[in-house]
């Protein structure tokens, strides 16, 4: 479940995918309109979901409590949102702690970088592409907890080797 560029063989299954979570970090901004710095406003492309998701959420001096407002709504949409955020943290949590066990040490600096170090109130801000760095994070930590069990087996083990 690596990705080919990072020596794995491509294999990336849907289900680990964030598809919906994807479409919400992109979508729910554009619904509403955008005030930027400058004073220019851009208009949403539905205003009337204001109530849901909060109507100044996106501003960019709410940057901190971004989803805070879509959340409390206890929407089913925010449900979902909330779920399928954890599913990602925990999956990339997983790895995390199968690197930690399989090392018997901390974390490497080199794999201290997480996407999912900001709060759910504030996920997605700053990232361009969320969707992309989740799973690039995920294939790093693959890679690691690959080359670690690796490098464990003995010198003549073909499985080493390979």
């Known amino acids: 479940m690596i990705k080919a560029n990072a020596g794995g063989a491509a294999y990336r299954p849907l289900g680990e995918r964030m598809h919906a979570l994807n479409s919400l970090l992109n979508a729910l901004p554009q619904m509403l309109d955008e005030t930027s710095a400058g004073g220019v406003t851009t208009k949403g492309l539905f205003n009337d ?12 001096t709410n940057k901190d409590t971004r989803w805070d ?5 206890d ?14 943290k925990a999956l990339n949590d997983a790895v995390r702690q199968a690197i930690i066990d399989v ?3 901390a974390m490497p600096k080199a794999l201290q970088a997480r996407v999912f170090d900001v709060p759910i109130s504030s996920f997605g ?5 969320v969707q992309k760095a989740v799973m690039e994070e995920r294939s790093k930590l693959r890679f690691a907890l690959v080359h670690l069990r690796m490098c464990k087996l003995s010198y003549e083990d073909p499985r080493r080797k390979a």
């Open 75 to 88: 929407s089913a949409v925010a449900i979902e949102f909330k779920s399928e955020y954890d599913r990602q």
């Open 69 to 73: 407002h879509f959340l409390a709504s």
């Open 103 to 105: 090392s018997g040490e």
């Open 125 to 129: 801000v700053g990232v361009k592409k």
């Open 49 to 60: 979901l204001g109530t849901v998701p909060g109507a100044a959420s996106f501003l960019d």
